[in-house]
């Protein structure tokens, strides 16, 4: 069945560093492919999304580029800063229309 | 973007007994809401899929007769924890699909059942 795995965390990391959330998956076809984030006490978000081989998803400075051929959507930010901490799921969708999530990775940026 | 509310927050019930939650779009009509359980650092499992007007769509090993389902407007799904006990503990999550397909995710609610 289709499945989302992404890495553990948490993640700490200093103001302006880089930042790599790898993701992949397990899934029949090519589904569409979005990085949710949650806020300390918020709703999850659509960070991005991608709907197809090679796009590249992109906002507030995180970007993801769906891979078939490695099944990855890695999330990546060139220079993460304090607002940044939060959990981010990796997600796919499924045939029902649902969204299957990974587990969430915890990002800390210290000031 | 859209807001999809959740309400309670934060519930704590005793052993047996049943809580109501809720999840409203406030500003677009969903014909399609999701309810999912995250339980400690896991995933959001998906729970059941809820349309407007119809019966729920349960996932394998969920029990409808334990969580109750009830779509009965395009702006409001209901989830009903039925006799509940400590094992069903979880933040329930629910999320309504807007007509372009995106899904707008509730604040969630914090269930605590002594």
């Known amino acids: 069945g289709n499945s989302v795995t992404q890495m553990e965390g948490p993640v700490t990391l200093s103001e302006e560093a880089f930042l790599t959330i790898n993701c992949t998956y397990t899934?029949?076809?090519?589904?569409?492919l979005f990085w949710y984030v949650q806020y300390p006490g918020e709703g999850l978000q659509l960070l991005l999304k991608?709907?197809?081989?090679?796009d590249k998803g992109s906002n507030k400075g995180f970007e993801a580029t769906y891979r078939k051929e490695t099944t990855s959507f890695h999330l990546e930010k060139g220079s993460v800063q304090v607002s940044d901490s939060a959990v981010y799921f990796c997600a796919l969708r499924g045939s029902q229309g649902n969204l299957i999530f990974g587990k969430g990775t915890k990002l800390s940026v210290k000031p | 973007g859209a807001v999809v509310s959740q309400h309670p927050s934060r519930v704590i019930c005793k052993s047996g007994t049943s809580v109501k939650i809720e999840c409203r779009s406030l500003d677009f009509q969903a014909t399609t809401m999701f309810w999912y359980r995250q339980f400690p650092k896991q995933s959001l499992m998906l729970m059941a899929t809820?349309?407007?007007?119809?019966?729920?769509?349960?996932e394998q090993g969920v029990e409808k007769d334990k969580f109750l389902i009830n779509h009965a407007s395009l702006t409001l799904s209901t989830l009903t924890v039925t006799s509940a006990h400590p094992e069903d503990s979880s933040f329930y999550i629910c999320?309504?699909?807007?007509?372009?397909?995106?899904?707008?995710f509730g604040p969630g609610t914090r269930l605590t059942v002594l």
């Open positions: 991608a709907t197809k081989a090679d």
């Open positions: 999320s309504a699909r807007k007509g372009s397909g995106e899904q707008f």
């Open positions: 809820s349309n407007e007007g119809s019966k729920a769509t349960y």
């Open positions: 899934a029949t076809g090519y589904p569409s």
